[in-house]
C-alpha cells in the first residue's frame, strides 16, 4: 500500500464529465472515494483542475496569461468548495496556495505541510503551479516531488494509458506499464509532457485511473494492478 500519495483530479471530478459548476450527486461520489483511502491513513495531497469553472485555452477572447489566471484562480476556488465539502463530511483538510491571501488558504511552508500531514489533514494543492502557461498535471507533478509522495495518482476520464487516444479510437490498446521515455516519445495525451518530465528526473511512478469507477482509487492506493503506471 502506499503511503504518501498525490491525486490529481480533474475539476470535471466535481461537475460530472463535459459539465460546469458543481454537481451533488459527484460530490457524494468523491467524499465516499476519498472517505474509503483516509480512513486508511495515509498521507494525501490532493490536486484538483478547474476545467469546471475555467481552462485557459477555452476563454478565447483573453490574452493566454489572463485566462490562465483565472483558471488558477478557479483551482483556488475548487479547492475551496472541497474543503468545505468534506469537512460537512467529517474529513479534515487545509487549503494551501502560492497564490492568493485569503482567511481560509495557507501559505505553501514545506515544513508546515508536513505537520499538516502528521495531524491527518488532507491538504488540497491550490492556484497550479503559480504560473500561467501550465496546467495542473504539471502543478501536480511538482507537488508530488515537493511533498515526496510514494505515486502520482491522476484520476481521470479514461482506464489508462492506450496507443491512442480511447475516446476518439474504439481499437485503441490499453498499455498496463509504460516508460517515461515511451509516453514522451509517442506524444501521449493523457498528461503533460512537463508533468512526465518532472516525474521522471525525480524517480516517481504515475498511476493513471478511471475516476468514474467506484472503488478505482482505494485499489489504487492499495497498490492493486489496475489502469497505467509510468514508470522511470
Ligand atoms: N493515448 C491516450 N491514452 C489515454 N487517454 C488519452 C490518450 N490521448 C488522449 N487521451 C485523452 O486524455 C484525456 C485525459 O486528459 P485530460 O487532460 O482531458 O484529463 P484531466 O487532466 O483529467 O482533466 P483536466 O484537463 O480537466 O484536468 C482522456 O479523456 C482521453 O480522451
Ligand atoms: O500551473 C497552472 C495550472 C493551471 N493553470 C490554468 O488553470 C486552468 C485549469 O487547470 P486544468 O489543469 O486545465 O484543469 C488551466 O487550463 C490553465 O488555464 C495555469 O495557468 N497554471
Redesign the pocket.
Known amino acids: 500500500m502506499y503511503k504518501r500519495v498525490l491525486l ?1 483530479l ?3 471530478a466535481l461537475s460530472g464529465e463535459g459539465g460546469k459548476g458543481f454537481s451533488e450527486k459527484m460530490l457524494t461520489y468523491l467524499v465516499n472515494e476519498i472517505q474509503k483511502i483516509h480512513s486508511l491513513n495515509i498521507k494525501l495531497g490532493i490536486v484538483i ?1 478547474a ?1 469546471n469553472i475555467f ?1 485557459g485555452k477555452e476563454l478565447k477572447d483573453f490574452r493566454i496569461q489572463m485566462a490562465d489566471q483565472l483558471g488558477m484562480l478557479g483551482t483556488v476556488i475548487n479547492s475551496l468548495y472541497l474543503k468545505n465539502v468534506f469537512e460537512k463530511n467529517g474529513i479534515k483538510s487545509i487549503v494551501v496556495s502560492p497564490i492568493v491571501n485569503l482567511p481560509s488558504v495557507m501559505p505553501l511552508k514545506y515544513d508546515f505541510i508536513e505537520q499538516y500531514f502528521e495531524a491527518g489533514y488532507i491538504v488540497l494543492f491550490g492556484g497550479g503551479t503559480s504560473n500561467p502557461l501550465f ?3 504539471t502543478a501536480a507533478a511538482l507537488r508530488a516531488v515537493e511533498m515526496n509522495a510514494d505515486i502520482l495518482v ?1 484520476a ?3 482506464d ?9 479510437f474504439e481499437d ?1 490498446k490499453k498499455y498496463d506499464i509504460i516508460t517515461y521515455e515511451q509516453a514522451i516519445k509517442e506524444q ?4 503533460d509532457t512537463e508533468a512526465f518530465s518532472i516525474c521522471e528526473k525525480n524517480n516517481l511512478s504515475i498511476l493513471i485511473i478511471n475516476f468514474f469507477k467506484e472503488g478505482n482509487l482505494l485499489k489504487a492506493v492499495e497498490g492493486e494492478n489496475i489502469g497505467t503506471k509510468v514508470n522511470y
Open positions: 490529481k480533474s475539476g470535471e483542475g476545467g481552462r496546467t495542473t498535471d491522476k481521470t476520464k479514461v489508462g494509458i492506450y496507443d491512442k487516444d480511447p475516446k476518439l485503441a501521449i495525451k493523457v498528461m
